[in-house]
């Protein structure tokens, strides 16, 4: 699968991914032209009807599949006044990651739509999916498709902190202490909002979701290759911040794609 052209479009409320770096990055991966677009809903100039179907994405119930939410005018206004500018709140919504897809891939006019044109969306909505192995929905960083959707939310909240930081902070709730010396204590082994690693760490997943459109193949099992798909935050910033490269096998898939 040959890609001619990729459109990137970003979430303003998160500087830091400094989407023209992502962009450059990209075209030199690939040797492809990428155009950077502003915020996917407020580019394709979105409406209530728009809002109101990104409210019905939201996922109540961790435990059951996706239902569709009958949304209440708050929630729909709530999506209507971040269309422009998406910052990210205290809490935290959780969205059918592959319903929000859909809202996504609506929007695209049928021109771009093209098997040769590929489109990434960031947002700072945390896009779930639901797992029938554990019959639960769990947060995702990247939902691999075309278009495909970069959480930055996810990229945070998805991998999970270290298993003493858990239990150290269970037990500095029970003691009335507080967290933000915790997370002194802890602060490099996990990002956090804002992060100033965020930049390196959307390349990885900008990669994985490419990688997915050109091979099928999302992930890779080596923890050593940016496309590892890390459960864990410690994992996610050795893959993708410590090392930053393709392992040998991508590597070569990269350079037999770059030769077709
Ligand atoms: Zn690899």
């Given amino acids: 699968m040959k890609i001619s052209k990729i459109f990137l479009y970003d979430e303003p409320s998160v500087p830091e991914i400094q989407i023209n770096d992502l962009a450059s990055f990209i075209t030199e991966t690939f040797g492809v032209p990428v155009q950077v677009r502003k915020n996917f809903f407020s580019y394709f100039r979105s409406d209530r009807e728009t809002a109101t179907r990104i409210a019905s994405t939201r996922v109540f119930n961790p435990q059951a599949p996706f239902e569709v939410h009958v949304p209440t005018e708050e929630e729909i206004n709530f999506e209507e006044e971040s269309f422009g500018n998406n910052s990210s709140s205290d809490n935290i919504v959780l969205y059918d990651g592959f319903e929000l897809q859909k809202i996504i891939l609506d929007k695209i006019p049928s021109e771009e739509l093209s098997i ?105 099992d080596s923890k050593e290759c940016i496309l590892y798909n890390a459960h864990w935050q410690e994992d996610l910033i050795h893959a993708q911040i410590e090392l930053g490269k393709l392992c040998e096998y991508h590597q070569r898939i990269l350079e037999t794609y770059k030769k077709t």
Avoid at 152 to 162: D, L, S
Avoid at 172 to 197: A, V
């Fill in 116 to 220: 040769d044109t590929f489109h990434l969306a960031f947002t700072t909505r945390l896009s779930c999916t639901y797992d029938c192995e554990d019959n639960r929905y769990h947060g995702r960083a990247v939902i691999c498709s075309n278009p495909s959707i970069v959480s930055t939310t996810g990229i945070i909240e998805a991998p999970a902190k270290p298993r003493a930081y858990y239990l150290i902070m269970q037990h500095s709730i029970s003691q009335g202490l507080n967290l933000d010396t915790l997370k002194d204590k802890f602060r490099g082994k996990f990002l956090e909002y804002h992060d100033k690693n965020l930049a390196q760490v959307v390349r990885g997943y900008a990669l994985q979701a490419i990688f997915y459109h050109i091979t099928s193949e999302p992930f890779c």
